[in-house]
């Protein structure tokens, strides 16, 4: 698994969820986070080096649980020699667009991004075959999206807690935008956003819906597998071991932060019976 940060162990989270034997290899390329900051090319080329490192590790799947990775990236890591030779399951994140025109809500749907996500073509493309009439504009339409951008949230989510005052003052940026579109449904179309679920659930004083695709990549990964009978996952619902190898091309406090919100999503009793490893990465090793 990659993503720039934190925000992939909510993936994470819901592939140990899962209960199968399992062993994860997952890299935050914080040297570099976020990359909803970075150019297109820039984006590309860091995925591709981390997921050459991860395929060097002996991984039968590669998850990029990052949604401005997978929109940038994914169909190249697709075509990587050492993938298609390797027969390398490749699973991406996209923004939960569908879900949320499945809501058959009315009105405004808030897709929170970053700037690399809400400009991406394939994003529109989303958007528009998730129309409840393709056909008709999204002025048109019953329901149309809204692509909030922000450049500071994953930093910031990343840094969390000494940048909890930078989470809190951009939340309240998104709520105010939402409440002057008269939203109620809310896409957390970056994996570190869901991070934070329950301080979005608290922002409102009325119900929103707010969708994030954790569980449907977690599902998705696991059908994959068992489709193509991979013997390195086994399924049980007991007995099952579970070994997590977490990587930061950052630095030792980069690590503490994972270990920070893996431990916050899993529960202490999960965290502390996990078979976890912590390692730094040189950035100078991960070259293609």
């Known amino acids: 698994m990659l993503d720039s940060g934190a925000g992939g162990l909510t993936v994470l989270s819901a592939i140990l969820g899962a209960k199968r034997n399992i062993e994860l290899h997952y890299f935050a390329d914080d040297a570099f986070s976020p990359y909803g900051s970075l150019s297109v090319s820039d984006i590309q080329d860091r995925v591709i080096k981390v997921c050459l490192f991860l395929i060097n590790k ?25 993938v298609k030779e390797n027969n390398i399951i490749v699973v991406g994140i996209e923004p ?6 499945l809501l058959n ?39 149309g999206y809204h692509c ?22 951009e939340l309240q940026r998104i709520k105010g935008i ?10 957390l179309a970056c994996t570190h956003y869901p991070l934070i679920k329950s301080m979005f659930t608290d922002l409102f004083d009325y119900p929103i819906s707010i969708i994030e695709p954790s569980e449907a ?10 489709q193509s009978d991979n013997e390195g996952l086994l399924s049980t619902n007991k007995g099952y071991n579970q070994r997590v190898c977490l990587y930061s091309s950052g630095d030792c406090q980069a690590l503490r932060r994972l270990t920070y919100w893996l431990k916050a999503l899993l529960g202490g009793y999960v965290f502390d019976g996990l078979d976890l490893s912590l390692n730094t990465a040189c950035i100078d090793t991960l070259s293609s």
């Open 178 to 187: 939402m409440q002057d579109l008269n939203s109620r449904v809310l896409v």
């Open 58 to 82: 002996g991984v039968s799947a590669l998850v990029i649980a990052c949604n401005t990775a997978t929109l940038e990236a994914v169909s190249l890591v697709r075509c990587l020699p050492e």
């Open 105 to 143: 809500a009315q009105g405004v749907v808030s897709v929170l991004a970053t700037p690399v996500s809400c400009k991406s073509s394939r994003l529109q493309i989303l958007i528009q075959n998730s129309m409840p009439n393709p056909s008709l504009s999204l002025t048109d339409s019953k329901m």
């Open 217 to 226: 990549v977690a599902n998705r990964l696991f059908f994959l597998i068992d």
């Open 96 to 101: 939960a667009i569908k879900p949320a025109s």
């Open 148 to 169: 909030i951008e922000s450049d500071v949230l994953a930093r910031a989510i990343d840094a969390m807690p000494e940048k909890l005052f930078v989470v809190e003052q």
